[in-house]
């Protein structure tokens, strides 16, 4: 991993300093041609395919275009190990649920080791939390039971939203301002991170946001409009790239798959290189052993951070003794 990461940080580096391939400078190449055919065929099939299906690149000829990019996309809306969202009460110093609202898979982010980290334990996780979720509708609610009124407005922003995006006269197609997004976030929020290119990155990505404003719509239809449908979902990816970046920015340390060169190391509660016994905890706001909580305002794209402490502590300290972190050593 270590090394894979800093293949990726030299290639960034190269196209960020201007020797990127291409017209638009924006990637390399890897050159596989100087291997006979047949050990390509042999040992890299997934990888001869893949470049002819996506960059349509025969690699016995041909250089593959790659960049540094993420590998996926970690986090979500905060849960406890019941599958209830949670938010940081600052007062009390505790998390409080919100009620009635749930979350498994990968909308959630249940913060346990490994879980929301890679497609497969994307799975384990929905099935895990899924079931987790299905165990606290049993306990905690009744079939049946009366709900608290709704609003007489209930959902109408909703299918304004809609409207005004149907019918509104901008001036920006979706796919490009998408397009934005994503080079945006791919040169200044990748595995290349230093403080000076996320405070670039984070300024970009807010001039970018307030292209949302003048977006424009080819099809004003409510019949397959694709074009609609993806204006949704750029709404979503355009509030994840802000608290994204917003949140790498502020985070001064390296910590799993955020690693900054100007803050190599992960600044914990505790020097875990060294004996606990005689060390003094330091408080929550002198360390960055905790989680990042964003909250974003998505007219003006202001974007805050919070922060709720790591729960280090088992359901069950007889069945599962509480692990205490150590550094990850190579």
Known sequence: QWYQRRVAITAGIEIREGRGCGP????????????????????????????????????????????????????????NWRGEVITYDEEAGCDKVIPGLLAAGEVACASVHGANRLGANSLLDLVAFGRACAHTVKEDYTPGAAQSPLKDSAGESSIANIDRLRHTEGTEPSAKVRLEFQKTMQNYAAVFRTGEVLEEGVQKVHEVYQKMKHLKLADKGLIWNTDLIETLEL????????????????????????????????????????????????????????????????????????????????????????????????
């Open 235 to 330: 709404q979503n990816i355009a509030l994840n790239a802000v608290q994204t970046i917003e949140s790498a920015a502020a985070r001064k340390e390296s910590r799993g798959a955020h690693a900054r060169e100007d803050f190599p190391d992960r600044i914990d509660e505790y020097d875990y290189k060294q004996p606990l016994e005689g060390q003094e905890k330091k408080p929550l706001s002198e360390h960055w052993r905790k989680h990042t909580l964003s909250f974003q305002d998505a007219e003006s794209g202001e974007c805050t951070l919070k922060y709720r402490p790591v729960i280090d502590t088992t359901l069950d300290e007889e069945e599962c003794k509480t692990v205490p972190p150590v550094i990850r050593a190579y």
């Open 24 to 79: 638009e400078g924006d990637h390399i190449h890897l050159q596989l041609n100087h291997l006979p055919p047949e050990q390509l065929a042999l040992r890299l099939p997934g990888i001869s395919e893949t470049a002819m299906i996506f960059a349509g690149v025969d690699v016995n000829k041909e250089p593959i275009p790659v960049l540094p990019t993420v590998h996926y996309n970690m986090g979500g809306t905060p849960t």
